[in-house]
């Protein structure tokens, strides 16, 4: 016990300091926030995560959203295990044939108001697997999609000024 | 290549039986068979104890080359047969071969392929994408297929059932309470007891194997670092050895040095994260967020040295897209030197933690014989004492200059395969320092050369879940004409089935995290 304290101790606080992205970062890393977002949700969004085909490495970084470094719990947003305790759905992976129904249930469970977030560039336009026999491409050829953030996978940085951009223009 | 000859000798004895024509490829040695001994191959080769580790099919023209990878002491048997497409099947070797159950049923769905006395021939990677009697990897299957508005879900899979008093069942997924990857598990239990599990996984199934079809090398080779996001060095390593062999390429000094470096890096990565995982399932969240923030550091410097988190893309055939400086060298060796001060520090307050203790020793258990009689690989192969890494037994450059040292367990149970994951981090560390101070200069990407038509190329790596084997042939102009990777999950997966029995459905994440089956490396 006295290790796992002292080591707690030595650590310290790594949690880095985070300032809400302005509209021109958000622009710069390519993220887009389609729609004003409903004022009930300013100040704390609960996410449930869809993985719809994906190749793993969103969910990566994803989890390091959780990490000591990002916290992103402290800005009010947290992964929940359900789609009815859900604000925001966080849709990975070009969505896969196999997951377009499951895709569409998890939506429709989700309560309304809500939003729906596609991340890395499989989710946004396809990326390297496309339209094909097996695979739907782009989430927005499933359900409808309200912030996009490339990149392949995004970096844990740009899922959180995409996260947290939604909130700010919410206020 | 391993020195011993049980090849000669079971060439011997089989030609007792079978007619055997040999041919020699760079990783293996190329065996023809005709297709009615397919399985009589299959019994004898279990006797000799050759593990079988991966099945594929391709067409060509109007005939189907079928394929079976089997491997003993390191060397490598690639057998083939080829079957006329009006009547495409021949006898199963899943019977002899557990381990080639879910891959024969793959193909089955794929191609349309019939393995006579299957002993379970229902359909794997097909839900409902497409229909029954069309198949896929047909190259008149088009690539965009024929889809409806919306798929319909797969709701008439005939799942095994139980009966019986206080039995029943709980279906969970495909889409999980977690930030993971979506598949079916269907549970029986009785109170809190796991009488049977039943996989159905598919979900993720992208079609990769054929969008490569046409493909060039570059783009194959991104599409490779995709099958599975957390190995994308292990498959992109895999295919781009397959490639380079079919090219007769070879990858300068320099470039086989990084790749290992990546290969390593990523490894060690991988390894922490699922430590801290396992640790967090069993509500020790000490570890992982212990391990969560040297997970981050570690690719913090990743984006630093290489750009790029997860190192996708590093790796391109004929080399490597990405160099070391002199001050990344010492940059990185600096970490690691910080890096065992931390986990030894960390290490050491698990291992004294009696309530880890508590869930992780004796559950989970996977015996040697069903690990054997599955082919189960890396971490979950080598915590139930399957003594097999590619790094020792078929070392490939830049291993073939070092001295691999092979984790091995045999409790089987979780602890096992979290102690596994922890020595092959301290031994991949010292295997970076050991490449760092090898490095050499020179060229870090060989000249390709356009591969003659219908060459081939088979790539066997040890990727951070264990040996990733890759096939590909060439088409005309550069272009691929097939590419089947054959990640290690799809052996690792069947083992989770039997290590949960008689565990109880609480203990099934920390089960299903000490296993870490790609999910999208399965279905593909």
Wanted: net charge negative.
């Amino acid at each position: 016990m006295l290790r796992i304290f002292k080591k707690i101790l030595t650590t310290g606080v790594v949690t880095e300091r985070f300032k809400t992205p302005e509209d021109e970062e958000l622009e710069q890393l390519g993220i887009e926030i389609k729609r004003h977002v409903d004022k009930k949700f300013s100040g704390s969004i609960a996410i449930r995560q869809v993985d719809a085909g994906s190749c793993n490495g969103c969910e990566l970084e994803i989890h390091a959203l959780n990490n000591p470094f990002y916290d992103i719990e402290r800005f009010g947003v947290h992964f929940v295990a359900s789609p009815r305790h859900a604000d925001v759905l966080l849709v990975t992976g070009p969505v896969s044939r196999h997951m377009q129904t499951a895709l569409l249930r998890t939506y429709e469970a989700t309560p309304n108001p809500k939003w729906v977030v596609a991340a890395g560039d499989c989710a946004t336009c396809g990326g390297e697997f496309g339209v094909s026999y097996a695979s739907c491409g782009a989430v927005s050829n499933v359900i409808p999609v309200d912030v996009s953030i490339p990149g392949c996978p995004p970096t844990p940085l740009a899922l959180m000024k995409g996260l947290l951009g939604l909130m700010s223009i919410s206020a | 290549m391993s020195s011993s000859t049980w090849s000669a000798d079971f060439l011997t004895r089989l030609s007792m039986d079978i007619t055997v024509a040999e041919i020699g490829l760079p990783t293996a040695n190329l065996w023809h068979i005709e297709s009615r001994a397919w399985q009589r191959f299959a019994e004898l080769a279990v006797q000799q104890n050759l593990r079988w580790a991966a099945g594929w099919a391709e067409q060509v023209d109007n005939r189907f080359l079928i394929n079976a990878c089997f491997e003993k002491q390191g060397e490598y048997i690639l057998l083939r047969t080829v079957i006329d497409d009006s009547n495409p099947e021949l006898p199963s070797q899943a019977t002899v071969y557990p381990a080639a159950n879910r891959s024969e049923r793959h193909t089955q769905d794929m191609f349309g392929i019939k393995f006579i006395g299957h002993p379970d021939n229902r359909r794997w990677t097909r839900h409902q994408a497409w229909i029954e009697n069309h198949y896929p990897l047909r190259k008149d299957f088009p690539v965009h297929g024929t889809p409806v508005g919306i798929t319909p879900p797969d709701m008439h899979y005939p799942f095994i059932k139980s009966h019986g008093a206080g039995t029943y069942e709980i279906p969970v997924g495909p889409v999980h309470a977690g930030i993971i990857e979506p598949g079916h598990f269907r549970f029986q239990a009785v109170g809190e007891l796991i009488l049977n599990l039943e996989e159905r996984l598919g979900y993720v199934h992208k079609g990769i194997e054929k969008i490569t079809e046409g493909r060039e090398p570059d783009s194959l080779a991104k599409l490779a670092g995709r099958v599975s996001g957390d190995t994308t060095v292990g498959h992109c390593w895999a295919a781009c050895m397959a490639m380079e062999q079919a090219a007769g390429v070879v990858i300068p000094p320099r470039a086989a040095l990084i790749r290992g470096i990546l290969a390593e890096r990523e490894r060690i990565a991988n390894h922490m994260g699922d430590i801290g995982a396992i640790c967090n399932d069993v509500a020790f969240v000490f570890a992982q967020m212990q391990f969560t923030r040297l997970r981050e550091l570690w690719l913090r410097t990743n984006a630093t040295v290489f750009g790029h988190r997860l190192l996708m893309d590093r790796i391109v055939p004929g080399g490597v897209a990405c160099d070391l400086s002199d001050e990344s060298c010492t940059l990185i060796k600096k970490e690691i030197v910080v890096l065992r001060k931390e986990l030894t520090e960390v290490i050491l307050a698990l291992d004294l933690n009696s309530s880890l203790e508590d869930r992780l020793y004796t559950a989970g258990f996977l015996s040697e014989q069903v690990a054997a009689a599955f082919g189960t690989l890396g971490y979950v192969g080598r915590a139930s004492g399957q003594d097999m890494d590619v790094r020792r037994d078929a070392p490939y450059a830049p291993y073939d200059q070092v001295t691999v040292k092979v984790a091995l367990e045999n409790q089987g149970d979780i602890a096992s395969r979290l102690w596994v994951r922890y020595k092959e981090i301290r031994t991949a560390l010292r295997l970076i320092e050991d490449f760092i101070d090898r490095l050499v200069a020179g060229e870090l990407r060989a000249e390709w050369k356009t591969p003659s038509t219908g060459s081939e190329g088979l790539g066997i790596v040890e990727g951070w879940r264990g040996e990733i084997i890759c096939h590909i042939r060439f088409d005309t102009d550069n272009k691929i004409a097939r590419f089947y990777p054959r990640d290690p999950s799809q052996l690792n997966w069947p083992a989770l089935e039997k290590l949960v029995l008689n565990n109880i459905v609480p203990d099934f994440p920390v089960c299903n995290k000490s296993l870490n089956g790609s999910y999208s490396g399965n279905d593909l």
